[in-house]
T-cell receptor
Framework: KAGVTQTPRYLIKTRGQQVTLSCSPISGHRSVSWYQQTPGQGLQFLFEYFSETQRNKGNFPGRFSGRQFSNSRSEMNVSTLELGDSALYLC????????????FGQGTRLTVV | DQQVKQNSPSLSVQEGRISILNCDYTNSMFDYFLWYKKYPAEGPTFLISISSIKDKNEDGRFTVFLNKSAKHLSLHIVPSQPGDSAVYFCAASALTGNQFYFGTGTSLTVIP
């Protein structure tokens, strides 16, 4: 059974640009969550999608957005990139309605210069 | 506002000894807790979980203890092995919600 796949693995963008990250969950999983990991901040929750609907949203500015497709694949978009957006972005999928366990991808390392 | 806290950024333990990683939380609505292990350049991998109806859960060398009154949980690794060297994150959720709150992680080094 294939795990959670995130693309690309590494990305370098310039301040002011926008970026789209992709996540393919484990087959059969309908929930996809996104997290930002920065040194000293742990994993900060961005948002969670279930069956194409955003169910929960963390405390991030509107520049961070996402969506989920009918095949459960999800994309995360960050517009008007800032230097502080440099981080590891992790996607997690869950196969249970109440998300008792989340399986993470390897992440996308975004560097904003 | 960090609702899940891991106050020790790092921990070093001799191989064969016990590793104890601690985690505190502030939200009394949390009723499900997990530990994840993360190696560099990899995503976190699930280690062990515990629900609030229990105060202990074991899986091989790993045991998680939950003290609800103190809002504290700990992960015990016995015996510690060099391959256990990684960053450990604790996470909490309310089963009525769909969001995990993570701590900032503790970097464990097991010295051979």
């Amino acid at each position: 059974k294939a795990g959670v796949t995130q693309t690309p693995r590494y990305l370098i963008k310039t301040r002011g640009q926008q970026v789209t990250l992709s996540c393919s969950p484990i087959s059969g999983h309908r929930s996809v969550s996104w997290y930002q990991q920065t040194p000293g901040q742990g994993l900060q929750f961005l948002f969670e999608y279930f069956s194409e609907t955003q169910r929960n949203k963390g405390n991030f500015p509107g520049r961070f957005s996402g969506r989920q497709f009918s095949n459960s694949r999800s994309e995360m978009n960050v517009s008007t990139l800032e230097l502080g957006d440099s981080a590891l972005y992790l996607c997690a999928s869950s196969g249970t309605v109440t998300n008792t366990e989340a399986f993470f991808g390897q992440g996308t390392r975004l560097t904003v210069v | 506002d960090q609702q899940v806290k891991q106050n020790s950024p790092s921990l070093s333990v001799q191989e064969g000894r016990i590793s104890i990683l601690n985690c505190d939380y502030t939200n009394s609505m949390f009723d499900y807790f997990l530990w994840y292990k993360k190696y560099p350049a990899e995503g976190p991998t699930f280690l062990i979980s515990i629900s609030s109806i229990k105060d202990k859960n074991e899986d091989g060398r790993f045991t998680v203890f939950l003290n609800k009154s103190a809002k504290h949980l700990s992960l015990h690794i016995v015996p510690s092995q060099p391959g256990d060297s990684a960053v450990y994150f604790c996470a909490a959720s309310a089963l009525t919600g769909n969001q995990f709150y993570f701590g900032t992680g503790t970097s464990l080094t097991v010295i051979p």
